[in-house]
């Protein structure tokens, strides 16, 4: 057997494998283990609400915009993979969005009908489709830090939890430094 797979490149294959998949992976979940609990909860709020984003297929190039810009203030593993994980929570608020720009616009509502669909599909809608696209993107816009501040809320205690159940050799930020109270009795009883 060990002839076989020498002679047919599944030890190979297997040792290219090992590079270029597992070592990768290993190394994406050491540093996420690593991150600090606060900003993983960032992390993953923005990755959700950035995957919320209206737009289909604009919300994987928001991330990386994001993660550029933020640079070393997120973990861009946990940003990537909460946006993957928004997807479907994407394609339900899109209407929500819509519904709600729309209500701060006070515009018409764009009907979620079968014409409707017919109309856009035959190129006769250009303008009522513009339109919502706007109400949506407005609704998001409005609505973006309320859901990234509720999902930071909500996180944090979540990845705490996480980081010291799965990573106890790593110490949470300010747990090991002296408070100023303790060095300023220290001072004075000196």
């Not at 993983?40 to 919320?52: E, N, R």
């Not at 929570?89 to 515009?107: D, M």
């Not at 990234?148 to 979540?158: H, Q, R």
Request: glycine share 8%.
């Amino acid at each position: 057997m060990g002839d076989l797979s020498r002679r047919s490149g599944l030890r190979g294959i297997g040792t290219w494998f090992n590079k270029q998949v597992v070592e990768p992976f290993v190394e994406i979940i050491s540093r996420i283990l690593g991150a600090q609990p606060k900003e993983l909860a960032l992390s993953a709020a923005l990755g959700i609400t950035l995957g919320v984003f209206p737009i289909v297929g604009v919300t994987f190039f928001l991330c990386v915009l994001a993660i550029t810009m933020l640079g070393t203030a997120v973990n861009a593993p946990t940003v990537m993979l909460a946006n993957f994980l928004a997807t479907p929570i994407e394609l339900s608020l899109i209407i929500v969005f819509l519904r709600f720009g729309e209500f701060i616009t006070g515009g018409a509502h764009f009907p979620l009908t079968a014409d409707a669909l017919k109309k856009v599909l035959t190129g006769k809608a250009s303008k009522e489709i513009l339109l919502s696209i706007v109400h949506a993107l407005l609704g998001w816009l409005v609505l973006a830090p309320f859901i990234l501040g509720l999902l930071y809320i909500v996180l944090v205690p979540c990845f705490t939890m996480l980081v010291r159940r799965f990573s106890p050799s790593i110490s949470l930020e300010n747990e090991d430094e002296v408070s100023y109270t303790e060095v300023m009795l220290k001072v004075r009883d000196a």
